[in-house]
């Protein structure tokens, strides 16, 4: 296994108290796979990506628990110098908003060659020549030209092309990419995420793909967890789960995709809201929205129950929900 | 179809760009809305639909009177607002409300929710009497599913969703007979937006409203609209009833839309064939000459660089009485299931692929 993280804490110390934003994640991702980690805002989805890429903001963010295991390497027992050579340069992270996170003063040239510069010591010339190659890379038209052009004066899609170009830049073994084509439109987003499924299966790189878009997930994930809470619900691979959910939240958000069949009709809703990461409901988090809840799970945290071999679900009544 | 509420004719607007301080001089337009035309019938939902930049928004504005158009005319009920002013205006304004996207900054912060809901009221006395408001403001939070207890919160207190169910309240607060919402739900979670839209829906057949709904959600805008317009680049390029746009779009750009949504169905992942367009839009300063989507259609010639397509029924179709025959802006305009009507990739020619370089840049 390329990374494995096995029940990982995380928690923020705020003014108004603990807010527990990861309870206890556990998920992998092998070379050349893509798991998508699928939850709303505040599920813990982007935490976990920022604890195993190491930019987790502490304070006032505090990692309690867990290990994160790369390439068997536990990162969390690295020096804060040899976690900064891992980073960039073994692992690659490419972020929703490419606007805020490429910088504005420094054209873009600068920007890709800077890799090569700060982690392989190359001189100034040779890193300028492979930014060019990157942006060419990435399919953005006339790269020798644009070079020295400036941040904003690309569009959204060739921003983020740019972002995908600094983080396959030194070949990492992993990319996680946390909701890369949400700031983009549909037609743009398909032009992105299929360069992205190339790039990754031309390297051989593993990819985690955090997204809260059902339709993004099933057009390229292999495997899929998704979290509630800061706990994963459900973890399987992709064709079984959209086939049939042993989770009745994964249930419920498949439910309420609109379809063809159901137009006219009202659209199914899961009641309720996303819960206070302060005060996290007792038992299993999902039970006060859940349409199957009984007495044991206001009492007990249901466990990730095995549903099959690669596939498992934290609903005591995991059976009942696969069944429909 | 019904009779008429709205009926939206060579609707345009230009943001002027100028250069100089203090010889200001227009160096040129942004055309944000280049003379769309649409008709919104009684009861009816209309949804239009677009990318990014493509005026959607703006056409929104424009209805509400938040924005004067540059030329064209809007006619609610026969008159047209665009010329209306003062108390006219007013008159008609309470007509037509509005639901905006993002819940968290279209609601004051140091207003409490009764005063949000009920301030419609202080603006148009004569629909209810000084009295009667309080109790008016409580049976609106408890038609948009809140708890008319909360009437002395402030928006902080409350959810993405509830916000959103109370920026609903205020626009039904004036029992308008046209709402319209733009992008209501797409600032909100995917388990809360099915509750908001379902709200949308069942408030809409209770209160007969006239509805227009804005979103760049394709499956969306199918469940809850009667028709669908979409928007490229300022105009209107296909519009039609809502299976006659999804199951048989014959406009090339709503083609390469439908088919570059991603479906919530491993299964179709092999057997889905994509139109995937290269490039961006292009500038809304710098319009391609003729058919504005030529820069990235497969299917340009040099005709569509020469003359622009009209929205209509295309010749093709005119005499026929199936689903293909709805209004399509486009000379080449063909009914094909989207699964096989295209490359995979489409790469435009040569020459305008500059353009357009330079025009995103």
């Known amino acids: 296994m390329l990374l494995e993280v ?64 790369f390439q068997g390497r536990d990162l969390l027992k690295l020096k804060e110098e040899e976690r900064r050579k891992v980073r960039g340069a073994e ?214 129950y095995e549903v099959s071999e690669d596939r498992a679900s934290a609903c005591h009544f995991w059976r009942e929900c696969l069944d429909g | ?74 006619r609610y009920r026969g008159e047209d607002i665009t010329r209306l002013s003062g108390k006219a205006l007013k008159a008609v304004r309470r007509n037509i409300q509005m639901v905006f996207q993002d819940p968290y900054t279209s609601l004051n912060p140091r207003m409490t929710v009764g005063d949000i809901i009920g301030e419609p009221y202080e603006i148009h006395p004569e629909v209810a009497p000084k009295g009667d408001r309080r109790r008016k403001v409580q049976d609106l939070l408890d038609v948009v599913g809140l708890d008319p207890e909360y009437v002395n919160r402030y928006p902080h207190q409350f959810s993405g969703g509830q916000r959103q169910r109370i920026g609903i309240a205020r626009a039904l607060a004036l029992r308008p007979e046209v709402i319209v919402a733009d992008e209501p739900v797409s600032a909100l979670d995917v388990s809360v937006q099915a509750q908001v839209i379902n709200l949308l829906d069942r408030l809409q057949s209770e209160f007969e409203l006239s509805c227009l709904f804005i979103a760049h959600d394709l499956s969306l805008v199918r469940h809850i609209s ?16 809502d299976t006659e746009i999804y199951d048989h779009p014959t406009h090339p750009y709503t083609q390469a839309l439908l088919s570059a949504v991603p479906v919530p169905d491993p299964e179709a992942r092999e057997h889905r064939e994509r139109i995937i367009l290269a490039g961006d839009v292009p500038s809304p300063t710098n319009i391609p000459s003729g058919c504005r989507f030529r820069t990235r259609c497969w299917k340009a010639q040099e005709r569509c660089a020469l003359e622009v397509p009209a929205l209509a029924v295309p010749e093709e179709f005119r005499r026929t009485t199936g689903p293909a025959a709805h209004d399509s802006a486009c000379h080449f305009a063909e009914d094909v299931s989207i699964r096989r009507s295209a490359p995979e990739v489409v790469l435009p020619p040569e020459e305008t692929r500059e353009d357009h370089v330079n025009g995103s840049a």
Do not use: W
């Open chain 2, 226 to 241: 009667d028709r669908v317009g979409v928007m490229y680049l300022g105009r209107i390029v296909e519009i039609g009833r």
């Open chain 1, 6 to 69: 096995r029940d990982l804490h995380v928690e923020f110390r705020t003014r108004d108290g603990i807010a527990r934003a990861v309870n206890g994640v556990t998920y992998g991702v092998d070379a050349g796979e893509t798991l998508a980690v699928l939850g709303e805002s505040g599920s813990g989805k982007s935490v976990t990506a920022q604890a195993v890429m190491g930019i987790l903001d502490t304070p006032p963010g505090r990692i309690t628990g867990g290990e994160i295991l």
């Open chain 2, 1 to 74: 179809m019904a009779e008429p509420v709205l009926e939206v004719s060579g609707l345009v607007k230009h943001y002027p760009l100028t250069r100089g301080i203090l010889f200001r001089k227009q160096v040129g337009a942004v055309k944000a809305v280049d003379g769309v035309d649409f008709t919104l019938g009684r009861g009816e939902t209309l949804g239009l639909v677009g990318e990014s930049g493509c005026g959607k928004s703006t056409v929104a504005r424009m209805l509400v009177s938040l924005e004067r158009p540059t030329a064209g005319t809007i």
């Open chain 1, 91 to 304: 692992m690659a992270m490419i972020f929703q908003d490419a606007l805020s996170s490429l910088n504005p003063v420094v054209c873009v040239g600068d920007q890709l060659g800077e890799m090569f510069v700060v982690h392989r010591g190359m001189g100034k010339k040779d890193a300028r020549a492979r930014a060019v190659e990157l942006m060419d890379q990435v399919r953005i038209p006339g790269a020798k030209e644009r070079v020295k052009d400036y941040p904003h004066q690309f569009s959204g899609g060739m921003r983020q092309r740019i972002m995908i170009a600094m983080a396959i830049a030194l070949e990492p073994a992993l990319i996680i990419a946390d909701e890369p084509t949400t700031a983009l439109d549909v037609t743009v987003q398909a032009q992105v995420m299929d360069l992205l499924a190339e790039l990754q299966r031309e390297y051989h790189m593993g990819l985690i793909l955090i997204t809260h878009d059902l339709g993004v997930v099933a057009d390229v994930a292999d495997r899929i967890a998704v979290m509630y809470a800061g706990r994963i619900v459900e973890s399987a691979p992709v064709h079984d789960l959209y086939k049939a959910p042993a989770h009745p939240y994964t249930r419920g958000l498949l439910d309420s995709i609109p379809r063809l069949d159901q137009k006219g009709q009202e659209l199914y809703a899961i009641k309720g809201l996303p819960p206070n990461l302060m005060h996290i409901p007792s038992g299993c988090a999902f039970h006060p929205r859940c349409p199957m809840a009984r007495d044991v799970c206001r009492t007990d945290v249901p466990p990730p």
